[in-house]
């Protein structure tokens, strides 16, 4: 492939360069992926509106996200494990999307910290936060993300018990929180 002309050819550039099984974790989802399929098939859906005969020589994707203004209407939502794709993982993800003027959301399950990815240099940032039994974490994931210049929560409430992800079972691929519980 010589160039990337759409998102879908990451998908293939990444499944030929990264093993398996950690291809596998990133490409996948919980039971029969029914909520994947879901997700794309509303992605599909989307549709932009062509303009005819409009100028267009000043084109502003600005919007705002809880009163902070972004370059355009995209987020860098959290993703687990990002350093298993590659070295660089969450600092590279901090970077670009400072540099692009938009959100990076840090995962809970990441393998930087909020503060380790705070030392990449300025951006705005969010955490992702699942709430834990012992509450006492969660206050400490929260002052952490404070201190790291974190700008808001993410809440994830749909995870008191994670999902049959049937690829890492088959793979027998076990998650770890690596960052945040230990």
Request: aromatic content about 10%; glycine content about 4%; proline content about 4%.
């Amino acid at each position: 492939m010589e160039s990337v002309t759409n998102v879908m050819e990451y998908e293939i550039l990444a499944k030929e360069r990264l093993p398996k099984m950690i291809y596998d974790y990133y490409a996948s989802g919980a039971e029969d992926q029914w909520t994947l399929q879901e997700n794309r098939n509303a992605f599909s859906r989307i549709l932009f509106r062509p303009r005819i005969l409009v100028d267009v020589s000043n084109i502003d994707t600005t919007t705002s996200v809880l009163g902070f203004k972004i370059s355009m209407p995209i987020m860098v939502a959290p993703t687990a494990m990002q350093k298993m794709a590659h070295p660089e993982g969450e600092y590279a993800t901090a970077r670009a999307t400072s540099a692009a003027g938009t959100i990076m959301t840090l995962s809970s399950w990441g393998t930087s910290s909020v503060e380790e990815v705070a030392s990449t240099g300025p951006g705005i940032r969010f955490f992702q936060l699942y709430v834990y039994k012992d509450r006492n974490v969660v206050m400490q994931l929260v002052k952490r993300a404070e201190r790291a210049g974190f700008k808001a929560i993410a809440l994830t409430v749909d995870t008191p018990r994670l999902g049959r992800r049937e690829a890492d079972i088959k793979n027998r691929f076990v998650l770890r929180q690596v960052c945040f519980a230990t």
